[in-house]
């Protein structure tokens, strides 16, 4: 349960992270034409991380529970 939990934990902490990440994406455009492509393209890989990490964190989740359920 208790890894179950943490897992909830950071699930539930992923839907502020995608707004701080989109806050950074959207200032993106206010920069130069010259360097949007490349901080766009590293705020993409921050959007690929919170993703792979929060399925890895619903997974911890769900199969803790099913497990301790």
Known sequence: MIFGTIGALLVGGATPMFIYFWGEFTDVFQLSTETIVDLA?????????LGIGTWFAGWLMISCWLISG
């Open 41 to 49: 393209f590293e705020v993409l890989k921050k959007f690929i991380y």
